[in-house]
Protein backbone atom coordinates (compact mmCIF):
# COMPACT_ATOMS: atom_id res chain seq x y z
CA UNK A 1 0.00 0.00 0.00
CA UNK A 2 1.00 3.74 -0.47
CA UNK A 3 2.98 4.54 2.79
CA UNK A 4 0.59 6.85 5.24
CA UNK A 5 2.64 10.08 5.10
CA UNK A 6 3.39 9.85 9.28
CA UNK A 7 5.39 5.99 8.55
CA UNK A 8 7.14 7.88 6.06
CA UNK A 9 10.25 8.84 8.45
CA UNK A 10 10.56 5.81 10.05
CA UNK A 11 10.85 3.73 6.74
CA UNK A 12 13.42 6.06 6.64
CA UNK A 13 15.41 5.99 9.42
CA UNK A 14 15.20 1.75 8.88
CA UNK A 15 12.82 1.09 11.49
CA UNK A 16 10.42 -0.35 9.43
CA UNK A 17 10.49 -1.74 5.97
CA UNK A 18 7.06 -1.86 4.23
CA UNK A 19 3.43 -0.82 5.48
CA UNK A 20 2.02 -3.88 4.75
CA UNK A 21 -2.28 -3.12 5.51
CA UNK A 22 -4.06 -1.00 7.66
CA UNK A 23 -5.86 -2.85 10.50
CA UNK A 24 -7.77 -0.40 12.57
CA UNK A 25 -8.54 3.66 12.67
CA UNK A 26 -10.28 4.55 15.98
CA UNK A 27 -11.09 8.19 17.50
CA UNK A 28 -7.69 8.17 18.81
CA UNK A 29 -5.26 6.37 17.00
CA UNK A 30 -4.55 4.81 13.26
CA UNK A 31 -2.61 1.29 13.71
CA UNK A 32 -1.02 -0.52 10.53
CA UNK A 33 0.38 -4.10 10.32
CA UNK A 34 3.97 -3.35 9.01
CA UNK A 35 6.83 -5.52 8.38
CA UNK A 36 10.29 -5.00 10.02
CA UNK A 37 13.15 -7.37 8.66
CA UNK A 38 11.31 -10.52 9.04
CA UNK A 39 9.23 -9.31 11.65
CA UNK A 40 5.39 -8.51 11.44
CA UNK A 41 4.49 -6.22 13.97
CA UNK A 42 1.82 -3.04 14.07
CA UNK A 43 2.12 0.55 14.02
CA UNK A 44 0.10 2.74 16.07
CA UNK A 45 -0.27 6.68 14.53
CA UNK A 46 -1.71 8.84 17.08
CA UNK A 47 -4.79 11.26 15.96
CA UNK A 48 -3.64 15.14 16.20
CA UNK A 49 -5.08 16.62 19.65
CA UNK A 50 -7.40 18.92 17.08
CA UNK A 51 -8.96 15.50 16.43
CA UNK A 52 -9.80 14.08 20.22
CA UNK A 53 -11.36 15.58 23.11
CA UNK A 54 -9.16 17.92 24.62
CA UNK A 55 -10.92 18.36 27.85
CA UNK A 56 -11.53 14.91 28.59
CA UNK A 57 -7.89 13.95 29.10
CA UNK A 58 -7.68 16.80 31.80
CA UNK A 59 -8.89 14.10 34.84
CA UNK A 60 -6.25 11.61 33.36
CA UNK A 61 -3.60 14.03 33.45
CA UNK A 62 -3.67 14.89 37.06
CA UNK A 63 -0.87 13.07 38.63
CA UNK A 64 1.08 12.34 35.87
CA UNK A 65 4.45 13.06 36.64
CA UNK A 66 6.07 15.33 33.78
CA UNK A 67 9.95 16.42 33.77
CA UNK A 68 11.37 19.69 34.67
CA UNK A 69 9.04 22.97 35.89
CA UNK A 70 9.15 24.54 32.56
CA UNK A 71 6.94 21.56 31.58
CA UNK A 72 4.90 21.71 34.16
CA UNK A 73 4.22 25.03 34.01
CA UNK A 74 3.56 24.56 30.55
CA UNK A 75 1.18 22.20 30.85
CA UNK A 76 -0.88 23.91 33.71
CA UNK A 77 -1.28 26.94 31.43
CA UNK A 78 -2.04 25.03 28.10
CA UNK A 79 0.08 27.58 26.18
CA UNK A 80 0.67 26.55 22.54
CA UNK A 81 4.19 25.16 24.19
CA UNK A 82 1.86 23.56 26.91
CA UNK A 83 -0.49 21.77 24.20
CA UNK A 84 2.30 20.98 22.47
CA UNK A 85 4.38 19.40 25.56
CA UNK A 86 0.62 17.78 26.64
CA UNK A 87 0.33 16.13 23.13
CA UNK A 88 4.10 14.78 23.68
CA UNK A 89 3.66 13.70 26.94
CA UNK A 90 0.15 11.76 26.34
CA UNK A 91 1.77 9.83 23.49
CA UNK A 92 5.37 8.98 25.27
CA UNK A 93 2.65 7.66 28.34
CA UNK A 94 1.82 4.77 26.08
CA UNK A 95 4.93 3.37 25.23
CA UNK A 96 6.71 3.93 28.89
CA UNK A 97 3.81 2.34 29.92
CA UNK A 98 4.07 -0.93 27.94
CA UNK A 99 7.80 -1.39 28.81
CA UNK A 100 7.15 -0.89 32.36
CA UNK A 101 3.77 -3.47 32.52
CA UNK A 102 5.96 -6.11 30.09
CA UNK A 103 8.80 -5.97 32.55
CA UNK A 104 6.08 -6.62 35.61
CA UNK A 105 5.07 -9.55 33.23
CA UNK A 106 1.09 -8.20 32.60
CA UNK A 107 0.22 -9.94 29.11
CA UNK A 108 0.50 -6.12 27.16
CA UNK A 109 1.85 -6.16 23.31
CA UNK A 110 5.39 -6.22 23.34
CA UNK A 111 7.10 -2.23 22.75
CA UNK A 112 9.65 -1.66 19.95
CA UNK A 113 9.83 1.53 20.51
CA UNK A 114 8.74 5.11 19.75
CA UNK A 115 9.89 6.95 16.83
CA UNK A 116 8.58 10.11 15.27
CA UNK A 117 5.33 9.69 17.43
CA UNK A 118 4.60 6.39 16.71
CA UNK A 119 4.32 3.12 18.30
CA UNK A 120 5.95 -0.18 17.23
CA UNK A 121 4.45 -2.97 18.77
CA UNK A 122 3.74 -6.80 18.64
CA UNK A 123 1.05 -7.79 16.64
CA UNK A 124 -1.34 -9.54 18.73
CA UNK A 125 -2.62 -12.67 16.19
CA UNK A 126 -5.19 -15.43 17.22
CA UNK A 127 -4.03 -18.63 16.50
CA UNK A 128 -3.81 -18.36 12.72
CA UNK A 129 -2.00 -15.50 12.84
CA UNK A 130 -4.78 -13.23 11.93
CA UNK A 131 -4.76 -9.43 13.90
CA UNK A 132 -6.96 -10.72 17.35
CA UNK A 133 -10.07 -10.15 18.03
CA UNK A 134 -11.68 -7.82 20.41
CA UNK A 135 -13.24 -9.70 23.48
CA UNK A 136 -15.91 -7.39 22.70
CA UNK A 137 -16.78 -8.94 19.40
CA UNK A 138 -16.40 -12.95 20.84
CA UNK A 139 -18.98 -15.15 22.35
CA UNK A 140 -17.61 -17.00 25.03
CA UNK A 141 -19.43 -19.44 27.17
CA UNK A 142 -19.44 -19.57 30.95
CA UNK A 143 -16.37 -21.32 31.58
CA UNK A 144 -14.33 -18.92 29.34
CA UNK A 145 -15.69 -16.30 30.65
CA UNK A 146 -14.74 -17.36 33.91
CA UNK A 147 -11.36 -17.90 32.68
CA UNK A 148 -11.18 -14.76 30.83
CA UNK A 149 -12.20 -12.76 33.96
CA UNK A 150 -9.52 -14.78 36.53
CA UNK A 151 -6.85 -13.47 34.26
CA UNK A 152 -8.01 -9.81 33.17
CA UNK A 153 -8.40 -9.39 37.29
CA UNK A 154 -5.07 -10.72 37.66
CA UNK A 155 -3.45 -8.28 35.23
CA UNK A 156 -5.58 -4.98 36.56
CA UNK A 157 -4.00 -6.53 39.94
CA UNK A 158 -0.56 -6.75 38.29
CA UNK A 159 -0.91 -3.15 36.88
CA UNK A 160 -2.26 -1.34 40.35
CA UNK A 161 1.40 -3.44 41.91
CA UNK A 162 3.27 -1.40 39.28
CA UNK A 163 1.07 1.61 40.41
CA UNK A 164 -0.93 2.14 37.54
CA UNK A 165 -4.28 2.05 36.88
CA UNK A 166 -5.45 1.02 32.79
CA UNK A 167 -8.59 4.10 33.05
CA UNK A 168 -10.06 3.07 29.88
CA UNK A 169 -10.37 -0.66 30.22
CA UNK A 170 -13.35 -2.54 28.53
CA UNK A 171 -14.16 -4.99 26.27
CA UNK A 172 -12.80 -3.02 23.78
CA UNK A 173 -9.55 -2.53 24.69
CA UNK A 174 -8.75 -6.32 25.45
CA UNK A 175 -7.65 -8.45 22.49
CA UNK A 176 -8.46 -12.28 22.06
CA UNK A 177 -4.97 -13.88 21.55
CA UNK A 178 -4.45 -17.87 21.42
CA UNK A 179 -3.53 -18.13 25.26
CA UNK A 180 -5.81 -15.54 26.92
CA UNK A 181 -6.16 -12.11 26.97
CA UNK A 182 -4.25 -9.26 26.14
CA UNK A 183 -4.64 -5.39 27.53
CA UNK A 184 -3.73 -2.85 24.85
CA UNK A 185 -4.69 1.45 24.40
CA UNK A 186 -2.75 2.80 27.09
CA UNK A 187 -2.38 6.63 26.63
CA UNK A 188 -4.36 7.38 29.26
CA UNK A 189 -3.15 5.41 31.97
CA UNK A 190 -2.94 6.89 35.59
CA UNK A 191 -1.17 6.99 38.60
CA UNK A 192 -2.77 5.13 41.20
CA UNK A 193 -1.32 7.19 44.29
CA UNK A 194 -1.22 10.55 42.87
CA UNK A 195 -4.51 10.68 41.20
CA UNK A 196 -7.70 11.42 43.16
CA UNK A 197 -9.84 9.72 40.61
CA UNK A 198 -7.67 6.13 40.44
CA UNK A 199 -10.28 4.82 42.66
CA UNK A 200 -13.13 5.29 40.67
CA UNK A 201 -11.40 4.53 37.59
CA UNK A 202 -9.75 1.04 39.26
CA UNK A 203 -13.83 0.07 39.91
CA UNK A 204 -15.13 1.71 36.39
CA UNK A 205 -12.39 -0.59 34.85
CA UNK A 206 -13.16 -3.97 36.88
CA UNK A 207 -16.60 -3.56 36.51
CA UNK A 208 -16.47 -2.76 32.67
CA UNK A 209 -15.03 -6.12 32.34
CA UNK A 210 -17.19 -8.23 34.71
CA UNK A 211 -20.40 -6.33 33.03
CA UNK A 212 -19.32 -7.90 30.04
CA UNK A 213 -18.25 -11.27 31.04
CA UNK A 214 -20.97 -11.40 33.71
CA UNK A 215 -23.50 -11.49 30.41
CA UNK A 216 -22.14 -15.46 30.08
CA UNK A 217 -21.56 -16.16 33.71
CA UNK A 218 -23.99 -14.29 35.56
CA UNK A 219 -22.07 -15.35 39.24
CA UNK A 220 -19.27 -12.58 38.50
CA UNK A 221 -21.63 -10.38 38.94
CA UNK A 222 -21.12 -11.14 42.71
CA UNK A 223 -17.89 -10.42 43.23
CA UNK A 224 -16.12 -7.20 44.16
CA UNK A 225 -12.47 -7.83 42.87
CA UNK A 226 -12.04 -3.93 42.15
CA UNK A 227 -13.22 -2.79 45.57
CA UNK A 228 -10.95 -5.88 47.61
CA UNK A 229 -7.51 -5.24 45.40
CA UNK A 230 -8.00 -1.39 46.09
CA UNK A 231 -8.64 -1.86 50.11
CA UNK A 232 -5.49 -3.98 49.78
CA UNK A 233 -3.67 -1.63 47.64
CA UNK A 234 -4.52 1.26 50.20
CA UNK A 235 -3.65 -0.84 53.34
CA UNK A 236 -0.04 -1.59 51.52
CA UNK A 237 -0.81 -5.33 51.37
CA UNK A 238 -0.90 -5.77 47.57
CA UNK A 239 1.43 -8.00 46.05
CA UNK A 240 1.97 -9.50 42.99
CA UNK A 241 1.11 -13.04 44.01
CA UNK A 242 -1.61 -11.71 46.69
CA UNK A 243 -4.48 -14.15 45.79
CA UNK A 244 -8.06 -12.72 45.92
CA UNK A 245 -11.11 -14.08 46.97
CA UNK A 246 -13.45 -11.77 44.96
CA UNK A 247 -15.54 -10.96 48.36
CA UNK A 248 -15.48 -7.56 50.35
CA UNK A 249 -16.98 -5.93 52.86
CA UNK A 250 -17.73 -2.81 52.63
CA UNK A 251 -16.68 -0.55 56.03
CA UNK A 252 -20.25 0.18 56.46
CA UNK A 253 -19.90 3.10 58.86
CA UNK A 254 -18.11 4.98 56.07
CA UNK A 255 -19.95 4.01 53.30
CA UNK A 256 -23.18 4.35 51.90
CA UNK A 257 -24.05 1.05 50.33
CA UNK A 258 -26.68 2.13 47.92
CA UNK A 259 -24.49 4.96 46.62
CA UNK A 260 -22.12 2.35 45.94
CA UNK A 261 -24.74 0.08 44.02
CA UNK A 262 -25.81 3.44 41.62
CA UNK A 263 -22.34 3.90 40.93
CA UNK A 264 -21.62 0.19 40.07
CA UNK A 265 -24.64 0.35 38.18
CA UNK A 266 -24.33 3.67 36.46
CA UNK A 267 -20.69 2.32 35.38
CA UNK A 268 -22.49 -0.95 33.73
CA UNK A 269 -24.98 1.59 32.32
CA UNK A 270 -22.10 3.13 30.96
CA UNK A 271 -19.83 0.56 29.72
CA UNK A 272 -23.47 -0.77 27.56
CA UNK A 273 -24.00 3.02 26.49
CA UNK A 274 -19.99 2.72 24.97
CA UNK A 275 -20.58 -0.91 23.82
CA UNK A 276 -23.66 0.63 21.96
CA UNK A 277 -22.39 3.55 20.20
CA UNK A 278 -18.74 1.66 19.45
CA UNK A 279 -21.05 -1.01 17.45
CA UNK A 280 -22.73 1.93 15.63
CA UNK A 281 -19.65 3.60 14.62
CA UNK A 282 -18.45 0.32 13.25
CA UNK A 283 -21.72 0.04 11.29
CA UNK A 284 -20.73 3.43 9.58
CA UNK A 285 -17.25 2.01 8.74
N1 LIG B 1 -0.84 -4.68 19.34
C1 LIG B 1 -1.96 -4.87 18.63
N2 LIG B 1 -2.17 -6.05 18.01
C2 LIG B 1 -3.30 -6.26 17.27
N3 LIG B 1 -4.27 -5.33 17.11
C3 LIG B 1 -4.12 -4.13 17.70
C4 LIG B 1 -2.96 -3.84 18.50
N4 LIG B 1 -3.09 -2.58 18.96
C5 LIG B 1 -4.25 -2.11 18.49
N5 LIG B 1 -4.88 -3.03 17.74
C6 LIG B 1 -6.18 -2.86 17.04
O1 LIG B 1 -6.37 -1.50 16.77
C7 LIG B 1 -7.50 -0.99 17.47
C8 LIG B 1 -7.23 0.41 17.98
O2 LIG B 1 -6.16 0.41 18.88
P1 LIG B 1 -6.23 1.20 20.26
O3 LIG B 1 -7.39 0.73 21.06
O4 LIG B 1 -4.89 1.11 20.88
O5 LIG B 1 -6.44 2.69 19.75
P2 LIG B 1 -7.64 3.74 19.90
O6 LIG B 1 -7.54 4.71 18.81
O7 LIG B 1 -7.64 4.25 21.27
O8 LIG B 1 -8.91 2.89 19.66
P3 LIG B 1 -10.35 3.11 20.21
O9 LIG B 1 -10.65 4.54 20.17
O10 LIG B 1 -11.15 2.27 19.27
O11 LIG B 1 -10.30 2.55 21.60
C9 LIG B 1 -7.76 -2.01 18.57
O12 LIG B 1 -9.12 -2.05 18.94
C10 LIG B 1 -7.32 -3.31 17.93
O13 LIG B 1 -8.36 -3.84 17.14
MG1 LIG C 1 -8.92 1.41 22.06
Request: overall charge negative; aromatic content about 8%.
Amino acid sequence: MKTPPQLQALIDDGVIDEVLRPLKSGKEAAVYVVRSGDEIRCAKVYKDMAQRSFQQRVQYQEGRKVRGSREARAIGKASKYGRRQQEAAWKNTEVDALYQLRGAGVRVPEPFGYFHGVLVMELVTDAEGYSAARLGEVELDAAQARRFHAVLVQQVKLMLCCGLVHGDLSPYNVLVGPDGPVVIDFPQVVSAGGNNAARAMLLRDVNNLTAWLGRSAPELFETWYGEEMWERFQAGDLQPDSVLSGKFTPDLRAVDLDGVREAINDAREEALIRQQGREAAEEDD
